[in-house]
């Protein structure tokens, strides 16, 4: 499975962004989804994840109300719509495919290249 994120840019605080995963393959509906967030010198920290028929949505709570995860299965395609965008928000963004706890990352077998989201005050 190879995973292409895309949507990153540049946003003024209070602004929106979104993100977009397309999967090859076609086991995409046998995985959890979850986006991951890395900011620099800071560690890899879980964002949001999404059960495997879209019916359960994870967030953390910095982003809880703000961000929407969502999946297409039909299109093997993830998204991350995000509102109300913070400085703190600033990160590269990582999608994911994996099974287990969705907050762990180390369930997750398969990795996005990453899109940089950056937010100026």
């Known amino acids: 499975v190879q995973l292409q994120a895309s949507g990153g840019g540049l946003v003024q605080a209070g602004g929106s962004l979104r993100l977009s995963c397309a999967a090859s393959?076609?086991?995409?509906?046998?995985?959890?989804v979850g986006w991951f967030r890395q900011a620099p010198g800071k560690e890899r920290e879980f964002v949001a994840a999404i059960s495997r028929s879209g019916g359960s949505t994870y967030y953390a709570d910095s982003v809880k109300g703000r961000f929407t995860i969502s999946r297409d299965n039909a299109k093997n395609t993830m998204y991350l719509q995000m509102s109300s965008l913070k400085p703190e928000d600033t990160a590269a963004y990582y999608c994911?495919?994996?099974?287990?706890?969705?907050?762990?990352?180390?369930?997750?077998?398969?990795w996005g290249q990453g899109t940089l989201v950056t937010v100026s005050s």
């Open positions: 393959g076609r086991t995409f509906s046998s995985y959890i």
């Open positions: 994911a495919l994996g099974t287990g706890q969705y907050h762990d990352p180390t369930v997750y077998a398969y």
